[in-house]
């Protein structure tokens, strides 16, 4: 009786102890994962996929039942609010007669050819091209500068964006899913999701390359 008194207490301060780590990685990674998605939408050079599969990866180790939704709200919610707030940039800078740096960085990520795509592709398709734009690797300037080329205001712009960032946040979610199910320690199915990322995100651009040399 004494034994198994003394197995449940060790028992439950290891759990006391699991759910108290967990709890620290929520305070800290919530936030610090918002932030970085919201800044890598304003930047489009952080790796956000690789962000939130990596987060995703965390989440499916941990115990607390909602941490996985909680990982997709925070990821989708920064996507589109990132992208709100760049938007406007782009719409600021094109009624400017000087411009704004945020239009240049827009302008210098999206290649003429690129850009001619996605204005035909708009023109055709309308708001189903800008909740496709985000789930193609490089596709999200181009729509989005061929969105202020055509003077979209900023509400039929994030009538669009909003299911596009809820698509990609869902997407790389599932890449850290798998990641994180094929291994049992959380840093490998990290590594797994964001090698799956990074070449998800490559592939189409050496394809291209390949397609031209030949």
Not at 69 to 76: E, G, K, M, P, R
Not at 179 to 198: H, I, N
């Amino acid at each position: 009786m004494r034994l198994l008194l003394v197995v449940t207490a060790a028992a439950g301060s290891t759990a006391a102890t699991t759910s108290s780590v967990e709890s620290a990685q929520q305070a800290i990674g919530y936030p610090t994962l918002f932030l970085l998605v919201l800044i890598g939408a304003l930047v489009p050079v952080v790796p956000t996929g690789a962000l939130v599969s990596s987060a995703a990866v965390v989440a499916f180790h941990q115990t607390a039942p909602f941490a996985l939704a909680l990982v997709f709200v925070t990821a989708s919610l920064a996507a589109f609010l990132g992208d709100a707030a760049l938007y406007w940039l782009g719409r600021r800078g094109l009624r400017s007669k000087n411009g704004s740096r945020w239009l240049e960085a827009i302008r210098s990520r999206a290649p003429e050819e690129r850009l001619e795509q996605a204005q035909s592709k708009l023109a055709e398709h309308g708001v189903a091209v800008l909740v496709l734009s985000r789930l193609v690797p490089a596709g999200r300037i181009p729509v989005m500068l061929a969105c202020l080329l055509a003077e979209w205001p900023l509400r039929r712009f994030a009538r669009g964006n909003g299911p596009a960032c809820l698509a990609w946040a869902a997407t790389y979610q599932v890449i850290g899913i798998l990641g994180g199910s094929l291994f049992p320690e959380p840093w490998e199915g990290v590594v797994v999701a964001v090698a799956l990322t990074v070449v998800i995100s490559v592939a189409p651009g050496v394809w291209r390359r390949v397609r031209s040399a030949g």
